[in-house]
């Protein structure tokens, strides 16, 4: 089983940037898709961006093409969402998790995934 540790949340003003890192130990996560999601509270947990098992395909959310990019370093076994120009709106916890066997219409599913880290909060003031 393979554990994630996201990091890299925190407080920051409205058009600043964050950058998560998400962490794996247990298993090497080459050939995983990764996805990040995020849950503010009293909504549902939502997709935020998906990264293929090769890094060769990103997914987004419409909300934030644009103003997020995902990546992930496979020697470091460590995937990463740079977030700029960030709003209030996106104060959430913020989740990683792999996902493997379905294509990419799958990406956006919660429901796929198989491992999930603990979260970090990401907080954006006006």
């Known amino acids: 089983q393979v554990q994630l540790v996201e990091s890299g949340g925190g407080l920051v003003q409205a058009g600043g940037s964050l950058r998560l890192s998400c962490t794996a130990s247990g298993r090497t996560l080459s050939g995983y898709g990764m996805g990040w999601f995020r849950q503010a509270p009293g909504k549902e947990r939502e997709f935020v961006a998906a990264?293929?098992?090769?890094?060769?395909?990103?997914y987004y959310a419409d909300f934030m093409k644009g103003r997020f990019t995902i990546s992930r370093d496979t020697a470091k076994n460590t995937v990463y969402l740079q977030m700029n120009s960030l709003k209030p709106e996106d104060t959430a916890v913020y989740y990683c998790?792999?996902?493997?066997?379905?294509?990419?219409?799958?990406?956006?599913?919660?429901?796929?995934?198989?491992?999930w880290g603990q979260g970090t909060q990401v907080t954006v003031s006006s």
């Open positions: 998790a792999t996902i493997r066997g379905y294509g990419s219409s799958a990406y956006r599913l919660s429901s796929k995934y198989d491992s």
């Open positions: 990264i293929s098992w090769s890094g060769g395909s990103t």
